[in-house]
């Protein structure tokens, strides 16, 4: 059973629209959040992340934001770019348990241009 | 500094082969892990090591062997290769501290016939 979850395998967006992927979670001990982003023949690589003690967090055109609530989170790009063209994984970790990250199924962005 | 790598980055394996995966990083990282990557799954954890001569099982650990004798290097090894084995698998390594990104390596994609 996955603990997190990305239920648009898809996204397509005009350039400097908005991007918005979604992200859902079942595991409540989940504390930390991290957005990853994976080009072709490549390694994913660090994009944004967010603690549980807090609700938004921004860094230049990326914005992820938590409701744990709904144990759900969002990553938000604006404005998109044809260079944001990938596939994203959302990942979750609990803080006490070595680091380890339990990720998402992936969505793949589309930028057009 | 190179980060992560792997070696080799693509193999082609019969049923019941053995073979190991090499990671290496320069970051004089705590933390190493191997993960597997299928397509609609994420990434899933194999194996980790929270330091030099010291592993544990993650998500997916069956048919898969680790060692870490070196600090700065992560085996992972198949004893006897079998077709659902074929991924593409990613190491990555990270600090120590609980608020951290994970570095990953560019991959290795394996095809076990």
């Known amino acids: 059973d996955q603990q997190v979850k990305q239920n648009s395998p898809s996204l397509s967006v005009q350039e400097g629209r908005i991007s918005i992927l979604n992200c859902d979670y079942t595991n409540s001990m989940f504390d930390y959040f991290l957005w990853y982003k994976k080009y072709p023949a490549e390694g994913p690589t660090f994009l944004i992340s967010i603690s549980s003690i807090k609700d938004k967090n921004e860094d230049g055109r990326f914005t992820v934001f938590l409701n744990k609530s709904a144990k759900h989170l969002s990553l938000h790009i604006v404005p998109s770019q044809p260079g944001d063209s990938a596939v994203y994984f959302c990942?979750?970790?609990?803080?006490?348990?070595?680091?380890?990250?339990?990720f998402g199924g992936g969505t793949r962005v589309l930028v057009k241009p | 500094n190179a980060g992560v790598t792997q070696t080799p980055k693509f193999r082609v394996l019969k049923t019941g082969q053995s073979m190991t995966l090499l990671c290496a990083q320069d970051?004089?990282?705590?933390?190493m892990y191997w993960y597997r990557q299928d397509p609609g799954m994420g990434l899933r954890l194999i194996h980790y090591?929270?330091?030099?001569?010291?592993?544990a099982k993650g998500e997916v650990p069956d048919g898969y062997n680790v060692s870490r004798l070196k600090k700065q290097n992560f085996l992972l090894g198949l004893e006897s290769a079998a077709p659902s084995q074929t991924s593409v698998y990613f190491c990555?390594?990270?600090?120590?501290?609980?608020?951290?990104?994970?570095?990953f390596g560019p991959g290795t994609r394996l095809t076990v016939l």
């Open positions: 990555a390594s990270s600090y120590i501290t609980s608020y951290n990104e994970q570095f």
């Open positions: 090591s929270v330091g030099e001569g010291t592993t």
């Open positions: 970051m004089n990282h705590e933390y």
């Open positions: 990942a979750a970790s609990v803080r006490a348990a070595g680091n380890k990250l339990t």
